[in-house]
């Protein structure tokens, strides 16, 4: 059974960082693209960065330069550092496999992130 568990995030003041994770069971994360999406109050699923299972990645505009994803293969997680925190990265965020855009993929419970001075 494909199971992701996300952890690391919480309440932190604009500037500051935090990194979130993702271990993933019932499959080897590195063989299959993942994905890191968010969700903000009142809003919908927004895309944030991806990792490709070669390894190349890509970031939404609104966090390029600010974000960085990657994965330990060992310890199956996936991980998303997120420097320079802004009030708008305030959202629950969710690690996705198989993500093909919208509600699609499998997800896990998602992890808080809240951008407040």
């Known amino acids: 059974e494909v199971q992701l568990v996300e952890s690391g995030g919480g309440l932190v003041q604009p500037g500051g960082s935090l990194r979130l994770s993702c271990a993933a069971s019932?499959?080897?994360?590195?063989?299959?693209?993942m994905n890191w999406v968010r969700q903000a109050p009142g809003k919908g699923l927004e895309w944030v960065s991806r990792?490709?299972?070669?390894?190349?990645?890509r970031y939404a505009d609104s966090v390029e330069g600010r974000f960085t994803i990657s994965r330990d293969n060992a310890k199956n997680t996936l991980y998303l550092q997120l420097n320079s925190l802004k009030t708008e990265d305030t959202a629950m965020y969710y690690c996705?496999?198989?993500?093909?855009?919208?509600?699609?993929?499998?997800r896990g419970q998602g992890t808080q992130v809240t951008v407040s001075s």
């Open positions: 019932g499959f080897t994360l590195y063989s299959f693209p």
């Open positions: 990792i490709s299972s070669t390894g190349i990645t």
């Open positions: 996705v496999k198989d993500w093909r855009g919208g509600e699609s993929g499998t």
